[in-house]
């Protein structure tokens, strides 16, 4: 198999609501074992509902800005250059509360969450770009993936 380049511009990008998302790897040159994405988090207090995933470690890497992950009850500020790491089973979140924008880089190992971010692509936002966090949740669930109340 030839090797299979992305560049800076390139990849899917399904974006619905404030958080840009590109698709690096589908998993389609993979064999389904690794997704990745790019995400761009705007500042402000958006950001996922807590939640848990059942069959998907997930990576973050930091690559531009600063980054609020919570798990359970307990918040870190994490910056640039900095990697998280979410094994299955582990609550969490992430927002970006500081003045400007943040970026990182997401590995789905295996793939199964790529095409969470294809549908939510297709969602509807409401007057102030937003998602609906139930909508978001419904979509969430068809990917063995639980919001955390």
């Not at 040159?29 to 958006?46: C, D, K, N, Y």
């Not at 918040?75 to 979410?86: F, L, P």
């Not at 969490?92 to 509360?97: I, L, V």
Request: proline share 11%.
């Amino acid at each position: 198999m030839p090797i299979h380049v992305v560049g800076p511009e390139d990849g899917e990008q399904p974006d619905s609501g404030p958080i840009r998302h590109r698709i690096i790897e589908d998993g389609s040159h993979t064999q389904h074992r690794l997704g990745l994405i790019e995400a761009t988090v705007p500042p402000g207090p958006g950001g996922p509902p807590q939640h848990v995933h059942r069959e998907h470690d997930e990576i973050f890497i930091v690559i531009l800005g600063k980054l609020r992950f919570t798990s359970g009850s307990e918040s870190v500020d994490v910056e640039a250059g900095s990697c998280v790491t979410i094994p299955p089973g582990t609550p969490h979140t992430f927002a970006n509360p500081f003045d400007q924008p943040a970026k990182f880089i997401g590995t789905l190992t295996p793939d199964l969450y790529v095409e969470y971010f294809r549908d939510l692509g297709r969602l509807p936002v409401d007057d102030t770009g937003q998602l609906n966090p139930a909508d978001i949740g419904r979509t969430m669930a068809k990917y063995a993936t639980q919001v955390i109340r």
